[in-house]
């Protein structure tokens, strides 16, 4: 039986002109990628305060599809696991 870790990050990104929220661990290994319109996406941030930018050091690994401007105008909430 598979226990999927718990989501850490949550992160706001354009993706080929639609906007998608990618849903990393503590480790910032992908868990799952979902519209950012969703009403989950907005149970999951309501009252989170993000910060702007997906740092190279911290995410360009797993955000290495992404432009830098992408990274650089993308919102990263930090959850409660």
Avoid: C
Wanted: net charge negative; no cysteine; charged share 30%.
């Amino acid at each position: 039986m598979h226990v999927q870790k718990p989501a850490k990050y949550l992160v706001l990104i354009e993706s080929g002109g639609a906007m998608v929220a990618r849903l990393f661990d503590a480790q910032r290994s992908p868990l799952a990628e979902i519209d950012a319109t969703s009403e989950e996406v907005a149970v999951m941030t309501e009252g989170v305060v993000p910060r702007r930018g997906a740092e190279e050091d911290l995410w360009g690994r797993v955000l290495a599809g992404h432009s830098r401007e992408e990274r650089e105008a993308a919102l990263v909430f930090e959850l409660d696991p």
